[in-house]
């Protein structure tokens, strides 16, 4: 067991590396030729099939987050033979505020065959009167639901 846990802290470290340097020709080395990729942040879904299509898609996500000025802190949540499963925390333009989780699947030989990222690039408490106010407008019957819910608490 240790010795999972071992491979899978080095794995999510390189992960953070690669992306707090932007090392986009490194995701080569990590993906299986016939990998895939699904990250969702803040709703916009971006797919990518076959290494070239996820080696595209990195360069662009490194392109975007050196724009940001963003910058994450990746942390092993769990891991088995298979998956590898990681929290990260962000800061975006100097401003701790993104957050998300990635599931990485993995072949015989240790390569990535599947991976999802959730992020979300300016998450604040449920307190927050912002976050309630992008709520209501981005999905009003839902944020009414919440607040009706949450009043009867």
């Given at each position: 067991m240790t010795q999972l846990v071992t491979r899978a802290t080095a794995f999510v470290a390189e992960a953070e590396r690669m992306t707090n340097e932007?090392?986009?020709?490194?995701?080569?080395?990590?993906?299986?030729?016939?990998g895939h990729q699904t990250a969702t942040l803040d709703g916009l879904i971006i797919e990518a099939n076959g290494i070239d299509e996820i080696h595209r898609a990195w360069?662009?996500?490194?392109?975007?987050?050196?724009?940001?000025?963003?910058?994450?802190?990746?942390?092993?949540?769990?891991?088995?033979?298979?998956?590898?499963?990681?929290?990260?925390?962000?800061?975006?333009?100097g401003k701790q505020s993104a957050r998300g989780i990635e599931v990485w699947k993995l072949d015989d030989a240790g390569l990535v065959v599947d991976q999802h990222l959730y992020g979300f690039l300016d998450a604040r408490p449920e307190t927050s009167p912002v976050q309630n106010l992008r709520m209501l407008l981005a999905h009003p019957?839902?944020?009414?639901?919440?607040?009706?819910?949450?009043?009867?608490?």
């Open positions: 932007r090392d986009v020709d490194g995701i080569r080395t990590v993906f299986a030729a016939n360069r662009t996500m490194c392109a975007f987050m050196a724009k940001r000025q963003m910058f994450v802190t990746k942390t092993l949540a769990t891991a088995d033979e298979t998956t590898i499963v990681n929290e990260w925390i962000g800061t975006v333009a019957l839902s944020a009414i639901a919440f607040a009706r819910v949450r009043g009867r608490g």
